[in-house]
Structure formats: C-alpha cells, structure tokens
C-alpha cells in the first residue's frame, strides 16, 4: 500500500484543534480550538480561511438547514449566525449545568435531519459528569446517555444509529465506543486496547467510521463491523477527528497541548490541521 503524503492545510498551531467537518453544500471545511475559543472554516485548499473569536470555550460549530450554526460553547448551547469579516450573533438555547461540578460541551454530529448530538464532560477531565444529548430544530432536547468522564463523538451512522464515545474511561465505562439502542440497553461496540485515547468520530462514503486517537499519532478506520480496517501513522500528536472530503482526502485536527519541544521535533505537524491524501 502506498504511503500517504500529510501536508498541514495552513501554518498554524492549535491548541486544542476539534470537531473536523466537511460541509459538502458549501464545499466549506469547519473546525474549532476550543481552548483559543476559535472557529475556524475555510475551502479544501486552504485559501479562503475564515475565524470568528468566541466570548467562551467552543466545543463545535455545525450548519444547520436554516444557515445558522449550533454553536456549543462552555455555558451552554447556542444558535449563531456567523457573519463575513469575523461578526456573530449568539442565541442561547439552552445553559449547562451539573449539580456536582463543572461541564463544558466537547464535540457533536448533526442528525439526518439537521438535528444535533452533543456531547458533554467534566471541565476537570475527571468527574463522571459527561452526558449525550440532543437537541431538536427547534432547541428541545433529551438526554441519551450518561456516566461519560470525557463524552465524544457522537456519530450518527446511517447503518448503526447513534456512536458514543467515553475518552477516558472509568470503572463503569471503560474507554472505547457505544452504540446506542432505542428500546434496550447501550452496547459496547468498540473496545479500545491501544495506548492512545478514543477521541471524535466520523463516517465516510462508504459507511466506515474513522476515529482519532488522543495521546498518539495513528487515525484509524474501522468496518461497520467494527474490524480495523487500516492505521495512518501522523507526523502529529493528538490527531482529534477525521473530516472526509468526497474525493478521500482527509482533513484531521489536532492538538499541541502539553506537547514537549522534544515531541514537536518527533511529530513536526503536532497542533496543525492536516490534509492526508493517497490512502
């Protein structure tokens, strides 16, 4: 098999790069830091980048069908309109809250209605405080699932139904990836016996779902199935979701946090947005 070429999409350090997603309809690749509390969007070659500065933390941004964006910032969800030149407008939709500490949202997919998946975690990456919810257009919202330390994903696959990520794990909820049941109980779907940390979920054209593994440098794709079908080995550290473009290329964010000098001269592309085509 021929080995990929990794390029960084533009010259610049994330922190906390999240939430990769190709929007096909406007031919726009979307992504946040959520620690530079940044949105990010530009076109598959990288030119046309666009940023909007957020007041708070940002888990994700994702369209919605009426144009505007679920936004999920740190005190809860929001509805933006996001404007030309770095302008938004924020509608709350609703407030997070824990009765026993801190949560902040982490990640999120859009259901096939335009709906959103949302996931929630302790801000202290520790307390079992995580929960999936999801909210409807018109920001009513029901809780899926809970008991996550670091909630991730979710991925709505059109096979599978719902895919829910814990990162960590405890002893409760071991780290790897579940399926969720509409009339029984949640399966484990995937456990994770590697080093590294499951981190966000993808799907793509062919229904395969791609998952990024935080505190490594390996992206890997799984089968409906859940076989490992293929491991793409990073220039980077804390490769944190996979966007798939509809030609194969794959768009990777990915986080330089806690990443020594000595790391970034091993894994030169850490904290970068990283195109990987040829695979």
Request: proline share 7%; glycine share 12%.
């Amino acid at each position: 098999m021929p080995k990929p070429t990794i390029t960084a999409l533009y010259p610049h350090q994330h922190t906390l790069g999240e939430g990769a997603f190709w929007h096909q309809p406007s031919e726009q690749l979307w992504w946040v830091d959520i620690l530079q509390k940044r949105i990010y969007a530009s076109d598959a070659a990288g030119v046309h980048l666009r940023t909007w500065n957020m007041p708070e933390l940002v888990g994700f941004a994702l369209p919605r069908p009426d144009g505007r964006f679920w936004v999920g910032l740190q005190s809860g969800l929001h509805i933006a309109d996001l404007l030309d030149g770095g302008e938004s407008w924020l509608e709350r939709v609703d407030t997070l809250a824990h009765p026993d500490g801190e949560v902040r949202f982490n990640d999120a997919c859009l259901g096939p209605d335009g709906s959103l998946y949302a996931s929630t975690m302790a801000m202290d990456a520790e307390s079992v405080l995580g929960k999936i919810v999801h909210y409807g257009l018109d920001g009513t919202h029901t809780f899926i699932a809970d008991s996550f330390v670091i909630g991730n994903g979710p991925l709505w696959h059109p096979q599978l139904g719902l895919l829910m990520v814990e990162t960590v794990g405890h002893e409760g909820r071991p780290k790897g990836i579940y399926q969720a049941q509409t009339d029984s109980p949640e399966t484990n779907w995937l456990a994770w016996p590697w080093d590294s940390s499951p981190d966000g979920i993808s799907t793509d054209g062919a229904g395969h779902i791609w998952v990024g593994g935080y505190g490594g440098h390996i992206i890997r794709q799984f089968s409906t199935a859940g076989d490992l079908l293929r491991a793409v080995d990073l220039p980077a550290l804390n490769p944190t979701k996979v966007a798939v473009h509809p030609d194969g290329r794959l768009f990777v964010t990915t986080a330089g946090e806690h990443v020594t000098d000595e790391q970034r001269a091993q894994y030169p592309l850490t904290g970068q947005l990283l195109v990987v085509e040829g695979i």
